[in-house]
């Protein structure tokens, strides 16, 4: 098992930027990649971004990729995920995953945290 927690969300004027993190416990962390998804109202949850469990590879949806950057401490059981130049389109619920393989689908992560919400305002 492994417990994830986020935290981090918040409300930001376009432009700006967030830092959002998400604290694992459990399962040894480092032996899983760790995803971050989001979900807008009316909308399907997402795939945002992933980060292997080296640390070395990631992989980003087209909508956020050079503006949103994931990373991981495994010393403090941490990913975070550094979001700048905001925009109205990126307000959503945002959640962080745990996989113990590699995957942009959903549908391939174990465990998941209860989401922290990001308003971005115009």
């Known amino acids: 098992q492994v417990q994830l927690v986020e935290s981090g969300g918040g409300l930001v004027q376009a432009g700006g930027s967030l830092r959002l993190s998400c604290a694992a416990s459990?399962?040894?962390?480092?032996?899983?990649?760790m995803g971050w998804f989001r979900q807008a109202p009316g909308k399907e949850r997402e795939f945002v971004g992933v980060i292997d469990w080296y640390g070395v590879s990631t992989y980003y949806a087209d909508s956020v990729k050079g503006r949103f950057t994931i990373s991981r401490d495994d010393g403090e059981n941490r990913v975070f995920l550094q979001m700048n130049d905001l925009k109205p389109e990126d307000t959503a619920v945002y959640y962080c995953a745990a996989s113990l393989s590699w995957g942009t689908n959903d549908n391939r992560y174990d465990y998941w945290g209860q989401g922290t919400q990001v308003t971005v305002s115009s």
């Open positions: 459990g399962r040894t962390f480092s032996r899983v990649a």
